[in-house]
T-cell receptor, first 113, second 112 residues
Framework: AQSVSQHNHHVILSEAASLELGCNYSYGGTVNLFWYVQYPGQHLQLLLK??????LVKGIKGFEAEFIKSKFSFNLRKPSVQWSDTAEYFC???????????FGAGTRLTVKP | EAGVTQSPTHLIKTRGQQATLRCSPI?????VYWYQQALGLGLQFLLWYDEGEERNRGNFPPRFSGRQFPNYSSELNVNALELEDSALYLC???????????FGPGTRLTVT
């Protein structure tokens, strides 16, 4: 079955620390990849997306993600987090063979000021 | 540009009743998706509508159903409500099936 896994349920960092959130998906052919963010009390927002081309994609608010096809991974990174990055982060994969969209369970990020 | 809208914001029902949730996609978007976000379970895919047709459904019982109207808005119906149906129901829309999805604020359904 097509699935998406996020390695960490809860990550706690201090401001200015670097962030990397892991995301892996089950093999399913061609994929479109996404990271969404849900700030407290707000709805899900698209952070960045990968469809094709350069496997290193840049999103909003200084986030970036790298698609490594051989590892079926799409990890999210940010060099220096801020308190305002406190939120829940969801990795999502659209499996193009059947257009199924699957979300990971989410990673809650807490940034201490 | 208006985003995805959902109504109502909150819905309280008793066990066995039926709930109807509504969603209006972003103008120009033809695909509408429904998800259930229960506490600690992430987003579980429910239904996908495109051009008025149900294209796919997730691993949910048939009492979860819906439809898409000619103006691409959508309705999610949950029959014979159970306590475990209490969750945030999210609607998303996309321009085409392979494009990114944009989410609404959700409807919080509470079953007592």
């Amino acid at each position: 079955a097509q699935s998406v896994s996020q390695h960490n349920h809860h990550v706690i960092l201090s401001e200015a620390a670097s962030l990397e959130l892991g995301c892996n998906y089950s093999y399913g052919g061609t994929v479109n990849l996404f990271w969404y963010v849900q700030y407290p009390g707000q709805h899900l927002q698209l952070l960045l997306k990968y469809f094709s081309g350069d496997p290193l994609v840049k999103g909003i608010k200084g986030f970036e993600a790298e698609f490594i096809k051989s590892k079926f991974s799409f990890n999210l990174r940010k060099p220096s987090v801020q308190w305002s990055d406190t939120a829940e982060y969801f990795c999502a994969v659209k499996f193009r063979d059947n257009n199924d969209m699957r979300f990971g369970a989410g990673t809650r990020l807490t940034v201490k000021p | 540009e208006a985003g995805v809208t959902q109504s109502p914001t909150h819905l309280i029902k008793t066990r066995g009743q039926q709930a109807t949730l509504r969603c209006s996609p972003i103008s120009g978007h033809t695909s509408v998706y429904w998800y259930q976000q229960a506490l600690g379970l992430g987003l579980q895919f429910l239904l996908w509508y495109d051009e008025g047709e149900e294209r796919n459904r997730g691993n949910f019982p048939p009492r979860f159903s819906g439809r898409q109207f000619p103006n691409y808005s959508s309705e999610l119906n949950v029959n014979a409500l159970e306590l475990e149906d209490s969750a945030l129901y999210l609607c998303a829309s996309s321009f085409k099936a392979t494009y990114e999805q944009y989410f609404g604020p959700g409807t919080r359904l509470t079953v007592t």
